[in-house]
């Protein structure tokens, strides 16, 4: 949603947005399995489209809040892959 998207909603009255999760995901949870918390799923855009979208709202006033799941993460993420090498980590039993 480019420029053009934040000022309809804008029109509309909107002052907060809700995102789901937009993260990249090997998406076999809906998005909630999260493989980088850092970086946008390309099926949603880049990173540059996010900062781009935030600095809209922002100059509008509208809100963004963030889906962030922290407690849900993909079997491809960092913490997965490092806690699954290490068989004498405290936090393997973090994951079932």
Same mark, same amino acid.
């Given at each position: 949603?480019? +420029?053009?998207? %934040?000022?309809s909603?804008e029109?509309?009255?909107? &002052?907060? !947005?809700?995102?789901?999760?937009?993260?990249? @995901?090997?998406n076999r949870?809906?998005?909630?399995?999260?493989?980088? +918390?850092?970086? %946008?799923?390309?099926?949603?855009?880049?990173?540059? &489209?996010? !900062?781009?979208?935030?600095?809209?709202?922002? @100059?509008?006033?509208?809100?963004?809040?963030?889906?962030?799941?922290v407690?849900?993460?993909?079997d491809?993420?960092?913490?997965?892959?490092?806690?699954?090498?290490?068989e004498?980590?405290?936090?393997?039993?973090?994951?079932?």
């Amino acid at each position: 949603m480019g +420029s053009r998207g %934040v000022q309809s909603l804008e029109s509309l009255g909107v &002052d907060a !947005v809700w995102l789901g999760p937009f993260h990249a @995901s090997p998406n076999r949870d809906n998005g909630y399995d999260i493989a980088d +918390s850092y970086s %946008v799923d390309k099926r949603f855009g880049s990173n540059g &489209d996010f !900062v781009e979208f935030m600095n809209h709202a922002r @100059s509008r006033g509208i809100r963004v809040l963030i889906d962030l799941v922290v407690n849900h993460t993909s079997d491809q993420h960092r913490w997965f892959r490092e806690l699954r090498d290490d068989e004498s980590s405290p936090k393997r039993d973090w994951y079932v």
